[in-house]
């Protein structure tokens, strides 16, 4: 396993990131804890997860997959050390989640002690900010039209992040938190937390956590360059493009228990005939390349330069073997140039 600093925290995380989102849905205690362990037993150090999850998020299961890693903490609180563990604070929207208000000081103090109970933890070493207060063009708002920025208020926007900043600087003082990132934001809300820590003395963002793939690859660029100049991690989560790119949709195939069968909370927006095309062509290319289609999309976005962990999830032991495996083997410069030609035809299938 190879490792990369967590950007300016200093600290080293595994270039694979264990995504825990299906962990209370699509997947029981026991097999949460089997990936945990295969996990770790591979060098994974870095483990993700949120008060949201898990997913598709509901009432009657928010905070589920919190519990269950707290669960298997208690069981092994000495391996506690071993672990980057990352958590995140919802953002608004959502009814039953302090009634889809707004991320305000006081909401990221309580989300912070909440999530530390169920993760049976004293603290968590990485809380992120899972969306941004204001609309940003991520889950399928990218296309030109679907956010206008010209109606925000800047400055209140920025005072709601000074809030933020300063309830997140009471919990690192604490010891509740030790860094703490955003996710599904943009370069002007990297740079104005970034701003805002330089000003006030608080707390720097150290990563951000955006969709990217191979059918998702619109935050490089500029997104991807703004983090490597600011020493920001980037962290990549669904870089299977929701399981997409392992091929198992092609032909109208809908594999039970899979991700698509069950309700999507902004719809099953990666379903376009321009998707399953571009996913048609790289699923020839790992033939040729004697991979399997996931390990080719997985291999692809690790060697992006600015990457610095990729968040995988996986719903069985076999398919959390085959892409861990995926990182051991970099893709030769033969191959990333044949992924280049199907992703020239594809930049921006959904």
Same mark, same amino acid.
């Given at each position: 396993m190879h490792y990369s600093k967590l950007g300016s925290s200093g600290v080293g995380v595994s270039r694979v990131c264990l995504g825990s989102m299906t962990w209370g849905i699509?997947?029981? *205690?026991? %097999? /949460?804890?089997? *990936?945990?362990?295969? /996990?770790? !037993?591979? @060098?994974?150090?870095?483990?993700?997860? /949120?008060?949201?999850? #898990?997913? #598709?998020? !509901? @009432?009657?299961?928010? @905070?589920?997959? %919190?519990?269950i890693i707290g669960n298997w903490l208690a069981q092994h609180s000495a391996r506690r050390k071993d672990i980057i563990l990352a958590s995140k604070i919802a953002g608004p929207g959502l009814a039953y989640i302090r009634d889809g208000a707004k991320i305000s000081g006081e909401s990221v103090i309580g989300a912070v002690d909440a999530s530390l109970k169920r993760l049976q933890t004293d603290y968590v070493d990485l809380f992120q900010l899972h969306w941004p207060n204001r609309t940003s063009p991520h889950f399928s708002k990218h296309w030109p039209g679907k956010v206008k920025f010209s109606s925000f208020d800047s400055q209140h926007e920025t005072n709601e992040m000074l809030e933020i900043l300063q309830a997140l600087d009471s919990c690192v003082k604490a010891g509740k938190i030790r860094f703490c990132g955003l996710s599904d934001d943009t370069p002007w809300g990297i740079n104005t937390y970034l701003k805002l820590s330089e000003q006030h003395a608080l707390p720097r963002m150290v990563s951000i956590q955006n969709e990217f793939s191979l059918l998702h690859a619109k935050d490089w660029p500029y997104l991807i360059e703004n983090c490597v100049r600011e020493n920001v991690a980037y962290l990549p989560w669904s870089p299977l493009a929701g399981g997409v790119l392992s091929g198992k949709y092609l032909n109208g195939k809908l594999p039970k228990g899979s991700r698509w069968t069950l309700e999507q909370r902004n719809g099953i927006f990666r379903d376009t005939p321009a998707t399953h095309a571009a996913t048609a062509g790289y699923v020839e290319l790992a033939k040729t390349y004697k991979i399997t289609p996931s390990q080719l999309a997985l291999a692809w976005c690790d060697q992006v330069d600015g990457v610095t962990s990729t968040i995988i999830g996986a719903t069985n032991m076999a398919h959390l073997k085959e892409n861990i495996a995926a990182f051991k083997t970099p893709l030769s410069d033969d191959a990333m140039n044949s992924i280049n030609q199907v992703f020239k035809d594809y930049p921006v299938p959904f």
């Open positions: 699509q997947n029981t *205690q026991q %097999e /949460a804890n089997d *990936q945990i362990e295969y /996990a770790l !037993s591979q @060098g994974v150090n870095f483990i993700d997860t /949120a008060e949201l999850y #898990p997913v #598709p998020p !509901s @009432g009657e299961k928010y @905070g589920g997959t %919190e519990i």
